[in-house]
């Protein structure tokens, strides 16, 4: 492991490891037992670690988690389990590069590229389509994965139309790789959670709605939330926010981008706040607005203030304290009256 990266693990341990003391410890409703302290609460698996779990050569020890993926343009922000990050954090962020890639593609951008079968006048053979730098289209016709009859087909198709001295037409169509949307929607709903968990910490999972996120990033081949919405915002900056209106979407937004090696995209996620409606704000959607693509919807927001939440225990409460001063239905935790 590099020093530096060593280095950020254990401040994000110490920051966080501080942080779960004085939420456990403070909250007013919940209690972890046994108590235990200087540990590590996975956000998404919530099993304890030590800071000796830093070290590979632990059984299951503490990752550094990029938000978004790094993969993605994301920085290293907190910590989770190895188990967690591979069983569902690698399968969650290939979905969502690959889709994202594709659409890089469809659009023929700088720097995108395909390896795929592709079709010339009814011939399918394999192929490869690059945009360079400069926006110039490289196609690549590979005989070493092709059938040799069908590929020399298509080089005489090819040979006819530079030889023409009329316009001669060859159609081609590569499709592209296949994403299951529902896993893109949860690799989206991922980041948006663990966004929040590493701004406001342990007390943004004293929630019950965002224990049923968590479960459905954990399990994201389950159905645990019907549809984990994500919004189209494009006039709001990234950052953290509390969708105030309409009512029936109460809850906290995350907007990010997400930077491919061709552009970069915005996103917004929905996720429950800690009182009514909750989880219901997915099902909710649906009901007011149907498919998003469809929706037109004035939202109101409120931009929430960047600051140390997680390590100043001063703000712990933060998740909270705005919930109740911005919110249409009011959360009864005892510290939601903290001076931030």
């Excluded at 990752?63 to 569902?88: F, R």
């Excluded at 989880?279 to 600051?307: A, C, M, Q």
Aim: glycine residues 6%; charged residues 25%; hydrophobic residues 35%.
């Amino acid at each position: 492991m590099k020093k530096s990266t060593r280095y950020s693990k254990l401040n994000l341990f110490k920051i966080f490891s501080r942080n779960f003391e004085y939420v456990d410890t403070h909250n007013g409703e919940v209690r972890f037992v046994p108590t235990v302290r200087d540990i590590y609460l996975c956000p998404i698996c919530f099993e304890g670690f030590k800071e000796q779990d830093l070290e590979a050569t632990s059984k299951t020890y503490l990752t550094l988690e990029h938000v978004p993926p790094d993969s993605l343009g994301g920085k290293g922000a907190l910590l989770t389990c190895s188990k967690c990050n591979s069983e569902s954090g690698k399968l969650l962020d290939k979905q969502l590069l690959t889709y994202l890639e594709g659409l890089d593609f469809a659009d023929f951008l700088p720097n995108t590229k395909q390896n795929r079968p592709m079709t010339f006048n009814g011939n399918k053979i394999n192929a490869r389509i690059r945009v360079d730098g400069n926006g110039t289209v490289n196609l690549h016709l590979d005989p070493t994965r092709s059938n040799p009859v069908i590929f020399q087909n298509v080089i005489k198709e090819f040979k006819k139309a530079e030889d023409s001295l009329h316009e001669y037409v060859i159609s081609g169509s590569m499709p592209l790789p296949e994403t299951d949307s529902r896993l893109v929607e949860i690799a989206l709903l991922r980041i948006g959670y663990l966004a929040i968990f590493s701004t406001f910490g342990y007390c943004s999972l004293l929630n019950q709605g965002m224990y049923y996120v968590k479960e459905q990033i954990s399990k994201p081949t389950e159905k645990i939330i019907e549809h984990p919405y994500s919004i189209v915002l494009p006039s709001f900056e990234p950052g953290i926010y509390i969708l105030k209106t309409p009512k029936e979407l109460n809850c906290f937004v995350v907007i990010f981008d997400l930077k491919t090696k061709s552009t970069s995209r915005r996103f917004s996620v929905m996720l429950p706040g800690p009182s009514a409606p909750g989880v219901k704000i997915y099902s909710n959607f649906k009901t007011l607005f149907g498919e998003i693509s469809n929706s037109n919807i004035p939202f109101e927001l409120e931009h929430l203030p960047v600051k140390k939440y997680v390590s100043d225990i001063k703000l712990a409460f933060g998740y909270h304290f705005f919930w109740q001063k911005f919110s249409t239905s009011k959360s009864n935790n005892e510290n939601d009256e903290r001076i931030l």
